[in-house]
């Protein structure tokens, strides 16, 4: 079974400041995992997604996330936080087939000017 | 590209009464999921189409949701009759294959169930 646990329900940054997102996962097999982005009244938007070849992902706006097989960790983070990146993220675990998409409860970023 | 595109965008219903939700995914999708988030939760899948087949609906309450994609494209979800712990956003995701990976999302359905 798999399954991801996001560790914080909500974060507060200051604009300019490092973000910090954190995410622990559970696969009984190398997984895939994704950091989605949902912004008010918007749809689900993919930010990257990580396959097995680097460890350290980059995505899009900046963001980008480190799998770590020893901690079964894969936080997303940003050198310096923007106030559009105020938004719900949430960490997800597919299943080996790539069919099933595993999603965890999601952090809410607040971003402070 | 035009994205996967959701009516209606709000619906407020009373409990026992019955509602649809409609998602026309992006051109040339073959998969086609509908996902159910509650507040405060993450998005739980409700059923997944390859084509106009049923790949995975494990999680559909059957005795009240129901959903179809007859000619492949375009699908709809119905709930009837609805519950109030039905109220949530439902989600229409494609993608353009069956473990391609990548899910294209549309805005959502909030529904409200009263």
């Known amino acids: 079974a798999q399954s991801v646990t996001q560790l914080d329900s909500h974060v507060s940054v200051s604009e300019g400041t490092p973000v910090l997102l954190r995410c622990n996962y559970s696969s009984s097999y190398s997984p895939s995992l994704f950091w989605y982005v949902q912004h008010p009244n918007k749809g689900l938007q993919l930010l990257l997604k990580?396959?097995?070849?680097?460890?350290l992902v980059k995505g899009i706006n900046g963001f980008e996330a480190e799998f770590k097989k020893s901690e079964t960790s894969f936080h997303l983070t940003k050198p310096s936080a923007h106030m559009s990146d105020a938004a719900e993220y949430f960490c997800?675990?597919?299943?080996?087939?790539?069919?099933?998409?595993?999603f965890g409860t999601g952090t809410s970023l607040t971003v402070i000017p | 590209e035009a994205g996967v595109a959701q009516s209606p965008r709000y619906k407020i219903i009373e409990k026992r009464q019955s509602v649809a939700f409609w998602c026309n995914p992006i051109s040339g999708h073959a998969t086609l999921y509908w996902y159910q988030q509650i507040l405060g939760q993450g998005p739980k899948l409700l059923i997944q189409f390859q084509n106009n087949g049923v790949v995975d609906d494990s999680q559909l309450p059957k005795d009240r949701f129901s959903a179809e994609r007859l000619k492949g494209v375009d699908s709809t979800l119905k709930i009837q009759p609805a519950k109030l712990e039905d109220s949530a956003v439902y989600l229409c995701a494609s993608s353009p294959w069956a473990g391609d990976e990548k899910l294209f999302f549309g805005s959502g359905t909030q529904l409200s169930v009263l």
């Open positions: 990580y396959t097995s070849a680097a460890t």
């Open positions: 997800v675990v597919s299943d080996p087939t790539g069919n099933q998409f595993y």
